[in-house]
């Protein structure tokens, strides 16, 4: 489910850009998905205790905050499939801040997959680039930034703030990044375009959409698969996304081949022996 809402985010991205601006589409991001939390999570905000909110903080900042901005400026120079390519690289960059910042502890075999399918998406990149060169790959450090503050979430979240619900993690972290998207926005001139920008208008139900379903009901999923597995578990599912992205691209006129296709293999192989478990002997 998480691997179809969060494929399904980079196209509505790429369709509300047509309207929006980067500032723009990232602050409403927020903005809404902050509101649509508020609305279901208020309340589940009181088990929340005043040692929580320095971790809460932090993980608001890394994960609910910079990265709408940072994904919406990457996909103004990269197609919506090589976006989400990009983003697979949260597994590495989780087991990385997990060893070296949380005293994280993973197996041979998942450090393998990691690796396998971190080989998948390098595959994927390069059978893009081949096909289309004229787009600004720099802009995939945005996206690399992005997977950084995911890690830091993941992590954050298993060490530090098992004890709370997914919706109230979920509510805080936005509660945390919504006063500096109001601020975003306004100073965005947002409010000065609605009234006469006919492509806002169009395009606005996309920005709902990956509002709602792609940012608030997919990040207390997300929370509440980090409760139930691993770190690395969790993080895996970025391995599947860029399945769903590129065939929403490729609906939308973006071109794949079929050495992205054997990318796509390659990573689904990875994110098995992830979370294949050991058999049990006596």
């Known amino acids: 489910m998480l691997s179809f809402i969060w494929g399904s985010s980079f196209i509505l991205i790429k369709k509300a850009l047509i309207g929006f601006t980067p500032l723009q589409l990232g602050g409403l991001r927020i903005v809404f998905a902050s509101l649509t939390l508020f609305a279901f999570g208020f309340r589940s905000m009181s088990q929340i205790k005043s040692a929580d909110w320095k971790w809460l903080i932090i993980a608001g900042f890394t994960s609910s905050f910079f990265p709408p901005f940072l994904f919406a400026l990457a996909q103004t120079q990269l197609d919506s499939g090589i976006t989400s390519i990009f983003n697979s690289i949260v597994p590495l960059m989780t087991t990385l801040v997990g060893i070296a910042l949380f005293g994280a ?3 041979k075999r998942q450090v393998l997959g990691v690796f396998i ?10 059978a893009g680039m081949e096909f289309t060169p004229d787009q600004n790959y720099w802009y995939a450090i945005f996206i690399l930034l992005s997977a950084l503050g995911y890690a830091f979430n993941i992590n954050i979240i298993k060490r530090h703030l098992a004890h709370l619900g997914p919706l109230s993690i979920t509510t805080a972290s936005f509660a945390v990044a919504f006063v500096p998207a109001i601020f975003l926005v ?5 409010f000065g375009e609605i009234t006469n920008n006919v492509q806002m208008h169009d ?6 959409a990956l509002a709602i379903l792609g940012t608030a009901w997919a990040n207390i999923l997300f929370n509440k698969l ?3 597995s691993s770190a690395v578990f969790a993080a895996s599912v970025t391995y599947t996304i860029p399945l769903v992205a590129v065939l929403w691209g490729v609906w939308d006129g973006e071109r794949i081949n079929i050495y992205q296709l054997l990318g796509g293999a ?5 994110v098995w022996l992830v979370n294949k478990k050991k058999k049990v002997t006596n």
Do not use: D, P, R
């Open 203 to 208: 395009t606005i139900w996309y920005l709902l």
């Open 266 to 270: 390659i990573i689904l192989f990875g």
């Open 105 to 107: 502890i993973i197996s």
């Open 186 to 190: 306004s100073y965005s001139g947002f």
């Open 117 to 126: 399918g971190l080989f998948g998406t390098v595959a994927l990149i390069l």
């Open 226 to 228: 980090i409760h139930i």
